[in-house]
């Protein structure tokens, strides 16, 4: 029998095999999305920003499986225990305190398994201990998965995908406690700000909604194997440079400071009646106390110390005018 040679393709018939392969329209992807997005999609998003890094922590999981490990640990603990007062009978002439002339085999085989145990349970510990370092996720960056999902429907396996839904999501990386950054951000209207806002297709491989009219669907924006899209409808997901927010955090937090200084300084220019001025006194105080509890990652004791600080400012500015 003679066998069949396949026919050879030039590279240029290669390279347009290929290109048709990886090529493909809006159409098809929002057709089957799971074939044309999926979690090289998802993994391309998730990975775009510190903030989409979000990875269950499994803590009940986890401390089950600890647990078992302990008790394994534990258990040869108690092994060796009764090797080692077996050794100590008056009928055995065994040397004890030596592991390398003639040590007891049954010894030395539980010593093994207590070390390979002891290793595999102290490098599992450390793991989780470092992955728990991360900080929790809010209620704001899991929404950010959800709109993902919600813009690409069926990318991802239905029970895949349920995991955004559960409490123990951590970010890998810790971020800076910013309060007054979570705040902006979780504000609705100062997200849609255009002054700060940069486009997505700046920032990453975007494709708009085609049925979007002000967005124009050419042949050049059609994606690629080399720039995977994740479908993106225009205003459920926006992209800003984190630089850009974190100055607009510092801003509105020096801001605030300014107020709650120079605030009360020139009131008390205006007001004469000492009631009346101790009662402005009592106000900012109160108010800068509420600012700096909110702000402050440490635990709450510690505002006391700025607080009674600006007291005294304020009430040596007080007792001088």
């Known amino acids: 029998m003679s066998a069949t040679t396949p ?10 095999d290929q290109e048709a392969a990886h090529t493909f329209d809006y159409q098809q992807m929002r057709d089957d999305p799971g074939k044309y997005v999926g979690y090289r ?24 499986v600890m647990l078992r490990q302990q008790a394994e640990i534990a258990k040869i603990e108690q092994d060796l225990e009764t090797r080692e007062r077996q050794l100590r009978s008056p009928d055995r002439a065994v040397h004890n305190g030596t592991f390398l002339k003639n040590p007891d085999e049954e010894r030395m085989r539980l010593l093994d398994e ?13 793991s989780y201990v470092q992955f728990k370092q991360g900080t929790s996720t809010t209620e704001r960056e899991r929404d950010n998965l959800k709109r ?51 486009p997505a297709k700046e920032e990453l491989p975007y494709f708009a909604d085609p049925d979007n009219e002000t967005v ?30 974190d100055r607009m955090a510092k801003l509105v937090t020096a801001t605030m400071g300014m107020v709650l200084i120079l605030g009360p ?56 005018t």
């Not at 690629?224 to 899209?229: K, R, S, V």
């Open 216 to 245: 124009a669907s050419t042949e050049d924006e059609l994606p690629i194997e080399n720039q995977l899209p994740y479908y993106i409808s225009p205003g459920r997901v926006t992209v800003a440079p984190t630089e850009k927010v």
């Open 7 to 16: 026919e050879s393709s030039t590279p240029q018939q290669q390279g347009e």
């Open 114 to 126: 207590a070390q390979a145990k002891l290793e595999q349970y102290y490098r599992y510990t450390h």
């Open 41 to 64: 999609g998802y993994g391309y998003f998730v990975s775009s920003t510190d903030d989409f890094g979000q990875y269950r922590s499994f803590d009940a999981l986890n401390a089950t």
């Open 265 to 320: 300084i020139w009131t008390l220019a205006y007001i004469t009646e000492l009631h009346f001025r101790l009662l402005v006194v009592s106000i900012a105080i109160s108010a800068f106390a509420y600012f700096l509890a909110h702000l402050h990652p440490e635990p709450s004791y510690d505002v006391f110390p700025p607080t009674g600080g600006y007291a005294a400012v304020l009430m040596v500015y007080l007792s001088a």
């Open 148 to 198: 993902w999902h919600g813009c690409n429907k069926n990318a991802i396996d239905q029970d895949e995908k349920k995991y955004i839904h559960k409490e123990d999501l951590h970010r890998i990386l810790p971020k800076a406690i910013d309060p007054v950054r979570d705040i902006l951000l979780g504000w609705k209207y100062f997200r849609k700000l255009p002054f700060w806002k940069s």
